[in-house]
């Protein structure tokens, strides 16, 4: 069987995590990275054992990569997309997938022309309780879910350095944090079609540039279904991707499960999942084996360029609130 070739774009926290997991793949190899610092290339290369460490993205894309994966700061991830597919490269862009409303429906118009593979590296999908959530929604366990909770929490201060806190660009963490939460509720419920935004600043630092530290989206789904995301960047406790899905049968709370059906029941039955953090498990390795089943098959992923640019589309109606102050709709039509 086939060894795709791929290319990592970027060597930050992303990037990293994308190489060790192709290189644990046996159907995978990195065999060319680039970065602008020119020296941790090299480092990382020699690290790795990459046989092309590239002075430029254009001689990446000129490298015979199978994948581009594209782990650059956010705002540049439009036109990197757009030239891995104009030179008709398979991409995996990280998350968000791009942070204009404009640019999403070009990646998508491009993704759809070029008849390329393309993933969103949306890798909350890929959390065992993710999983476990979507196998007891598409089995029908739950009933019909009318509200649900997705919620990033994190102290996560020490990662606002760099481009992070470019005065010329400072991140909104809607799309920096919130696209996790607001991406797995997305496919688990179906598409959220108006979003309701209120924030405060009371955690981070004076010169933190960040706006908003607390973050709250109250969501209106296609569905019916009604829900909440919380998006928190300082405050003090571990590390949270929580999710919890209200169903007419049954109740899903992170790792604690709820079915009447079961006579007696009286209490949450707890569901022995590995932890979701990104330490010490494998959703960089299912993100990777994933996308070669989709390089295999010529399928989309599960979170391809559609699926990427509307939860793009999510956080922006989320950022636009904030703006507002009122409810924003959320465009759906890609």
Same mark, same amino acid.
């Given at each position: ?14 990037? +990293? ?35 092309? %460490? ?18 650059? %700061?956010?705002?540049?991830h439009t036109e990197y997309c757009l030239q891995a597919l104009g030179a008709g490269i398979n991409v995996l862009c990280e998350k968000p997938l ?20 393309? +993933?969103?590296?949306? @890798? ?11 196998? !007891?929604?598409?089995?029908?366990? !739950?009933?019909?879910? *009318? *509200? ?21 660009? %400072? ?7 919130? @696209?996790?939460? !607001? ?43 009604i829900g909440k995301t919380l998006i928190t960047i300082a405050c003090k406790r571990p590390y949270s991707l929580g999710l919890s899905l209200y ?20 209490? *949450? ?24 089943? @989709? ?5 989309? %992923? ?13 956080? !922006? ?18």
């Amino acid at each position: 069987m086939k060894t795709y070739k791929i290319g990592v774009a970027a060597l930050g926290f992303a990037g +990293m995590a994308q190489i060790e997991a192709f290189q644990k793949n046996p159907r995978t190899r990195v065999t060319a990275a680039w970065s602008r610092d020119a020296d941790k290339t090299a480092r990382v290369c020699s690290q790795w054992a990459i046989e092309k %460490p590239c002075e430029s993205y254009e001689q990446l894309l000129d490298s015979g990569i199978d994948v581009a994966v594209i782990c650059t %700061p956010d705002h540049l991830h439009t036109e990197y997309c757009l030239q891995a597919l104009g030179a008709g490269i398979n991409v995996l862009c990280e998350k968000p997938l791009v942070t204009a409303l404009d640019d999403a429906k070009r990646v998508v118009a491009a993704a759809k022309a070029s008849g390329k593979v393309f +993933m969103t590296g949306q @890798c909350a999908r890929f959390f065992p309780r993710s999983l476990f959530a979507k196998g !007891l929604v598409e089995r029908g366990e !739950l009933g019909d879910i *009318f *509200f649900a909770e997705g919620d990033y929490i994190h102290d996560a201060e020490a990662f606002f350095r760099d481009w992070r806190v470019d005065p010329e660009r %400072p991140q909104n963490m809607v799309l920096g944090g919130g @696209c996790h939460p !607001l991406d797995l509720l997305r496919s688990l419920l179906g598409d959220i079609v108006e979003v309701h935004a209120n924030a405060n600043r009371m955690c981070v630092a004076p010169e933190n540039p960040i706006r908003e530290d607390c973050i709250l989206l109250s969501l209106r789904f296609a569905s019916g279904a009604i829900g909440k995301t919380l998006i928190t960047i300082a405050c003090k406790r571990p590390y949270s991707l929580g999710l919890s899905l209200y169903g007419t049968a049954g109740t899903l709370v992170d790792e604690k499960l709820f079915l009447p059906r079961y006579t007696g029941l009286q209490d *949450f039955m707890a569901v022995p999942l590995a932890p979701h953090v990104h330490e010490g498990n494998n959703i960089f390795d299912e993100q990777a084996a994933h996308l070669v089943e @989709c390089l295999d098959t010529g399928r989309q %992923p599960v979170a391809d360029a559609v699926e990427g640019a509307k939860t793009v589309a999510t956080c !922006l109606a989320g950022i636009e609130s904030l703006r507002t102050g009122q409810p924003v709709a959320v465009c759906n039509d890609f």
